[in-house]
T-cell receptor, first 113, second 114 residues
Framework: DVKVTQSSRYLVKRTGEKVFLECVQD?????MFWYRQDPGLGLRLIYF???????EKGDIPEGYSVSREKKERFSLILESASTNQTSMYLC????????????FGQGTRLTVV | DAKTTQPPSMDCAEGRAANLPCNHSTISGNEYVYWYRQIHSQGPQYIIHGLKNNETNEMASLIITEDRKSSTLILPHATLRDTAVYYC?????FGGGATNKLIFGTGTLLAVQP
């Protein structure tokens, strides 16, 4: 079975903390994505990566950075967490072949207090 | 920004067909239509995709209009477990690198009623 694993299901952090959300996929996929999901706003793309060390901004990159040093791992970094970053964060991966689509992790519910 | 528009919510009776519409009037020639769904507290799951012909798999059918400006996802016999948010997405699967963005909209919340 294909797998996208996010390091934490629930996380509580304090305002101003540096937060790392980790995502690992075991499918040798080229593309990896980070989204956040908030009520009424759907899934919004924060960043994605199409290869090791390659990254592209999504629709809402402000306040976030990412790291992809290895193909299987894509990290989302909140440099200084704020309460408006309280959200559900979803990681996904997808390969480059036509006709195959994205697989998602179970999500990390981050609360910033 | 998402290139699709969907109604925010729909109801369907259990056992009946659920028909979920999607408008994608600016779709380009290379772009496919993809559908995902997200059951509460889970990550989205791929359902089906198509270019211009109608497609069917074990989960659903996809009907794309001849001008490709809209499509309909059909769940032939909806069950309570089909209650979820359904997302319609368009993208060019042949684009590489930075064009591989996957942009979701707000989707349609389908509520299957007993």
């Amino acid at each position: 079975d294909v797998k996208v694993t996010q390091s934490s299901r629930y996380l509580v952090k304090r305002t101003g903390e540096k937060v790392f959300l980790e995502c690992v996929q075991d499918m040798d996929h080229e593309n990896m994505f980070w989204y956040r999901q908030d009520p009424g706003l759907g899934l919004r793309l924060i960043y994605f990566s199409y290869d090791v060390k390659m990254k592209e901004k999504g629709d809402i990159p402000e306040g976030y950075s990412v790291s992809r040093e290895k193909k299987e791992r894509f990290s989302l970094i909140l440099e200084s967490a704020s309460t408006n970053q309280t959200s559900m964060y979803l990681c996904a991966s997808r390969n480059d072949r036509v006709g195959t689509e994205a697989f998602f992790g179970q999500g990390t519910r981050l609360t910033v207090v | 920004d998402a290139k699709t528009t969907q109604p925010p919510s729909m109801d369907c009776a259990e056992g009946r067909a659920a028909n979920l519409p999607c408008n994608h009037s600016t779709i380009s020639g290379n772009e496919y239509v993809y559908w995902y769904r997200q059951i509460h507290s889970q990550g989205p799951q791929y359902i089906i995709h198509g270019l211009k012909n109608n497609e069917t798999n074990e989960m659903a059918s996809l009907i794309i209009t001849e001008d490709r400006k809209s499509s309909t996802l059909i769940l032939p016999h909806a069950t309570l477990r089909d209650t979820a948010v359904y997302y319609c997405i368009v993208r060019d699967p042949f684009g590489g690198g930075a064009t591989n963005k996957l942009i979701f909209g707000t989707g349609t919340l389908l509520a299957v009623q007993p």
